[in-house]
């Protein structure tokens, strides 16, 4: 193998042929002009072979990409930078494959969700509204899912705060390692079990009645896992010097937790609490059981049936007229807003604690 | 102030390994003593046991007495916490705290155990920097983040959060292993000034510092690798570095050993 490189870079003809550290390199310019290139022959090729689907013209292209790119710098620069290559143009196609997912799902929702996106959609709700008519809004279901989830988080965060400074600043032995083990097991619950477990002890066994509540405590449950697990990395990133120059100044320990430790990390544990946030945010299967949906208003989170954004979608889009699918997609652009939003304050929120260098 | 600390019959472990055994030795009050030895010797195990700073880390545990003064710092009711105000500690690597000012990682001690009035916080915090040579340095930049300075200035820092809460004993371990020469003189030079009111204890790698700035002198080995380390002797610093009375000092003092 290193034979055959040495031989290709000596015939390749290398500017300064004498020199061993010398190569011929592609010109920068050669992979974007090759990224037009196979784009075109895959339109081409595409269309020759009547392929209706623009996406088995994307695959053409990128096949066509990583096979130029590889046979190109076998030729020129030989094995190793050919190698090189490859996985690089092998990344960059992975990445477009992740990406365009993502791209066309906010293009799909920002287009057929503004048709009747407005001040009215947002202020009002499918009380009296004939759900065949245009019309409506989602007034009641966006108070829902502020309620449920905000009470959700109230219940989640300090737990799942406080379970994470007992397994990294306390826990020893086995009590930690259940603790660990229970919540890698609960990551993994479904919503929908979740649900069924609020249903049966709280409405069936204790007796009470359906409310945003009851929804609420099947979303904490959800939480409480990603919490722990994203408050327990932080900790631990936040250097044991610290602790002991702490300690050392004769500082007790849970002053030590609460002054040096929890303001280092605060910036990491937001975050993670707005990304559980988000992750319960559309669940849907636990307000369809506990909730149980309502066209009206209903601000009292602890009595009666509300309405939540998830299961707003998913009622109108059961109803299936144009009218109603226009209202369920305006609600998945409101629900996708409300997420990025929480997303954009957690990042300001992490880069405004994050610790300074003064540099 | 300062305090004369009293050892005698001292074992660490670390879980199940023993990592220093049977130390005993006298720090006398108002001067610097230095622990030199090669790596993995105990020197900054022993050096934390004088704070209860070992038993922070998990498995560590002790045997024996520290007599500071007349307490045994080890005796039954004793709160490290209150322990660890009266012998404070400086760290190899500078460890300001990354979320507070400049002022308030002086401060820390003090806020952090209760509240002071702004007026008092400030003259500790004017004294402790003039204590520790920095308050020229950064009197216009109180506010700034403490993480912010050069490595010999988060040292000096430290020095200056450490003695702010006016310990009575001063322990160092390897101060100026992570800084440059000049860093490094200001720091001995510092040491020189802070010994007229605290009790100093040095732990260092580098033996001309250890002259430099020590009264008296440790040196501490290990019979092998996995062996816990022992005290071999103490003496004042002159006598250990020209005339030692065990072969093992000479020997690693003049490079023929470790």
């Known amino acids: ?359 | 102030m300062a305090k004369r600390i009293d050892v005698s019959g001292l074992t660490a472990y670390y879980g199940n390994h023993k990592a220093i055994e049977d130390i005993s030795m006298t720090v006398e009050p108002r001067s610097v003593t230095a622990f030199i030895g090669p790596s993995g010797c105990g020197k900054s195990t022993f050096l934390r046991t004088l704070n209860r700073m070992h038993e922070v880390t998990p498995g560590g545990r002790v045997e024996g007495k520290v007599m500071l003064d007349d307490e045994n710092l080890y005796g039954s009711g004793v709160d490290p916490v209150s322990v660890r105000r009266t012998v404070g500690m400086v760290f190899q690597r500078p460890n300001p705290f990354p979320t507070m000012s400049i002022f308030e990682n002086v401060a820390a001690g003090l806020k952090l155990n209760g509240s002071y009035k702004k007026s008092e916080l400030e003259s500790v915090v004017e004294r402790s920097l003039k204590g520790a040579n920095l308050w020229n340095e950064v009197k216009d930049r109180l506010n700034k983040p403490g993480a912010g300075l050069s490595g010999g200035q988060q040292q000096r820092l430290c020095i200056a959060r450490a003695i702010a809460v006016e310990p009575d004993v001063l322990l160092m371990d390897e101060p100026c292993s992570a800084l440059d020469p000049i860093s490094t003189l200001a720091i001995e030079d510092l040491i020189g000034e802070l010994k007229e009111r605290f009790t100093i204890v040095i732990v260092t790698h580098n033996m001309q510092q250890a002259a430099r700035v020590s009264d008296r002198t440790a040196f501490f080995n290990l019979a092998g690798v996995g062996q816990p380390g022992k005290l071999i002797e103490i003496d004042e610093t002159e006598r250990i570095f020209s005339n030692p009375s065990v072969q093992a000092t000479e020997d690693y003092i003049s490079g023929r050993f470790g």
């Open chain 1, 1 to 359: 193998m290193s034979n055959a490189t040495i031989t290709k870079n000596e015939t390749g003809g290398a500017p300064a042929g004498t020199s061993s550290l010398r190569q011929a390199r592609l010109p920068r310019w050669v992979p974007p002009v090759l990224v037009v290139v196979s784009a075109a022959a895959g339109a081409g090729i595409g269309t020759a072979a009547g392929l209706g689907n623009t996406l088995q013209w994307g695959l053409i292209a990128a096949a066509l990409f990583i096979l130029g790119t590889y046979g190109l710098a076998a030729a020129v620069e030989g094995g190793r930078q050919a190698k090189d290559r490859l996985a690089t143009s092998l990344v960059w196609v992975c990445f477009v494959l992740a990406v365009v997912p993502l791209v066309s799902l906010i293009w799909e929702t920002v287009d057929r969700g503004r048709t009747v996106l407005d001040g009215y959609f947002l202020g009002h709700s499918m009380e009296g509204v004939q759900t065949i008519l245009p019309g409506g809004g989602a007034y009641h279901a966006i108070i829902g899912t502020l309620e449920q989830v905000g009470i959700a988080t109230l219940i989640a965060a300090p737990i799942g705060l406080l379970t994470a400074i007992y397994l990294v600043e306390y826990g020893r032995g086995r009590l930690a390692k259940a603790v660990t083990f229970f919540v890698d097991v609960m990551t993994g619950i479904p919503s929908i079990v979740a649900g069924l477990f609020i249903l049966s002890f709280w409405i069936i066994i204790l007796g009470f009645s359906y409310s945003g509540f009851a929804g609420a405590m099947a979303l904490a449950i959800l939480m409480m896992p990603v919490v722990v697990r994203s408050t327990e990395e932080m900790l631990k990133l936040v250097p044991n010097e610290l602790r002991e120059a702490s300690l050392a100044l004769g500082v007790p320990k849970w002053r030590t937790i609460l002054k040096v430790v929890l303001p280092t990390a605060v910036g990491g544990i937001t975050t993670g609490v707005m990304l559980a946030v988000a992750r319960v945010a559309g669940e849907s299967a636990p307000i369809v059981l506990l909730v149980f949906g309502a066209a009206g208003i209903n601000n009292n989170p602890f009595d009666g049936a509300q309405s939540s954004l998830p299961y707003y979608i998913y009622e109108q889009w059961q109803l299936g007229n144009e009218a109603s699918f226009d209202r369920a997609w305006a609600a998945a652009l409101v629900l996708i807003a409300f997420v990025m939003i929480l997303n954009l304050v957690a990042r300001g929120i992490a880069r405004w604690k994050a610790p300074k260098t003064g540099r």
